[in-house]
């Protein structure tokens, strides 16, 4: 078939490729005018620059981990052990970076993770980061528990760019009111993809929080959607500004149910008309038990090493969840992303796009909205140069054939 015989239904024009890698050559060029990036290019040194500048609270629950840090080590370990094979010749001239998710078409494969409590980062808190990502047009996930309410933050998106990509992730209440009322909150706000945490019903054995005392939802942080939610509300004896006390404590509560099993999915699936994504998903036999109870998604993470001490790194799940059900389901993947090469071999192993954590939050702590731009657009134009030197021009293109395993 020629492009003359493509039905004219067929030829939706499609907005022109971003140039992500044009970042490169935007601060070389402001070198030239002698001023040098704010923050590293290198996300990996993000951390340790988060250490010298920010407290040792707040820096120390973002970079922490469950028990001595052997999942988090595990995250970076398994996506370390694969390694890229250049094809040449290829004729890399024309990129496109855009991929179709869970209905929509975004401009890249990358979208922010689910990250609590961002006030402590930064007084602007969640709607920077947000902002940051409908700048760059990538999808923002909001978390529960976040310090800003789920309408400020879609406020704050939409005043960048009308109807921009968010997702709500779900830290499921015990209350079956509260958590109907959150979702048709979100969904009224515009979220549109529900992404559920299987993986944190109860928070891990953290030392470096347990030894400096520090858990910022205890301060009454990371409660803004719960303290503006009428259902929420109406189970407390006296108002917030009266107990805070109690009301945290029954935040805490209500916040996680561990007696959850896949039979409760149901209910959500009742309650939210959009995409639902799993995350904190790790054994093949979940993934399929996701895609039977009419899930649309999973995202494969060991929640950033936070939880299971001794879990398998998220990018050894990977290949085994992508078998399990990648033809049935959207695969995501998070943990332990911190380049353009590692967003390049996530893809390759079956994921259709990744999720960014940490790295995002300390771009914020340092920068506010800069900062979290200047982390987007590091990794992707990283990722674009990767592919294109790799012999790649589309992320599509992407098979474990692109890789190879350390010995
Ligand atoms: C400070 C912090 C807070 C987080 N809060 C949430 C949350 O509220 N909900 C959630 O599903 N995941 C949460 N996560 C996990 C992230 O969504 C993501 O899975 C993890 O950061 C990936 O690991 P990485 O950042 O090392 O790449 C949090 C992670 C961090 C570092
Ligand atoms: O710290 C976390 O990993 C997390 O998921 C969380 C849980 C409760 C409140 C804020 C963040």
Not at 21 to 44: C, H, K, M, W
Not at 182 to 187: K, W
Not at 243 to 258: E, G, I, K
Not at 375 to 403: I, K, M, N
Request: hydrophobic share 45%; aromatic share 8%.
């Amino acid at each position: 078939m020629t492009a003359s015989d493509t039905p004219a239904s067929a030829r939706v024009p499609q907005p022109a490729p971003k140039d992500w890698s044009a970042f490169q050559y935007e601060i070389y060029l402001n070198g030239v005018a002698g001023t040098v990036p704010r923050l590293p290019t290198d996300l990996s040194r993000l951390e340790q620059v988060a250490e010298q500048r920010l407290g040792p609270g707040p820096v120390g629950y973002v970079a922490g981990a469950a028990g001595d840090g052997k999942s988090a080590r595990a995250n970076r370990a398994a996506l370390d052990r694969w390694r890229i094979v250049p094809r040449m010749l290829r004729d890399v001239q024309r990129r496109d970076l855009s991929v179709e998710l869970l209905g929509t078409r975004l401009p890249a494969p990358v979208a922010l993770a689910p990250v609590g409590v961002l006030s402590i980062m930064h007084p602007d808190a969640e709607p920077a980061a947000a902002r940051a990502a409908a700048a760059q047009d990538l999808p923002f996930t909001l978390s529960t528990a976040s310090s800003t309410t789920l309408e400020q933050v879609a406020e704050a998106m939409d005043a960048v760019r009308p109807g921009s990509e968010r997702w709500f992730q779900l830290y499921w209440p015990r209350d079956r009111e509260v958590t109907i009322s959150l979702l048709t909150r979100a969904a009224r706000a515009g979220y549109r993809v529900l992404v559920v945490t299987l993986d944190t019903w109860l928070l891990a054995w953290r030392p470096r929080d347990l030894d400096q005392a520090y858990l910022p939802f205890l301060r009454g942080v990371g409660t803004a959607n719960y303290f503006s939610d009428p259902a929420f509300l109406a189970g407390l004896a006296k108002p917030v500004h009266e107990d805070l006390n109690a009301a945290v404590l029954h935040f805490a509560q209500m916040f996680a149910d561990p007696s959850k099993t896949w039979a409760d999915l149901e209910f959500l699936r009742e309650h939210w008309d959009g995409p639902i994504v799993l995350k904190g998903v790790l054994h093949p036999d979940d993934a399929r038990r996701a895609a039977d109870a009419g899930m649309d998604g999973v995202v494969v993470s060991n929640h950033g090493g936070r939880q299971v001490n001794g879990a398998i790194g998220a990018a050894d799940a990977l290949p085994g969840v992508v078998r399990a059900v990648g033809e049935r389901m959207t695969v995501l993947f998070d943990s332990g992303v911190r380049g353009g090469d590692d967003v390049f071999k996530a893809l390759a192993l079956g994921a259709r796009a990744v999720l960014l954590g940490r790295p995002y939050a300390y771009g914020l702590g340092l920068d506010g909205q800069a900062g979290v731009e200047h982390v987007l657009r590091c990794l992707l134009a990283e990722f674009e140069l990767t592919l294109a030197l790799s012999g790649y021009t589309e992320p599509g293109q992407l098979t474990p054939g692109a890789l190879t395993r350390e010995p």
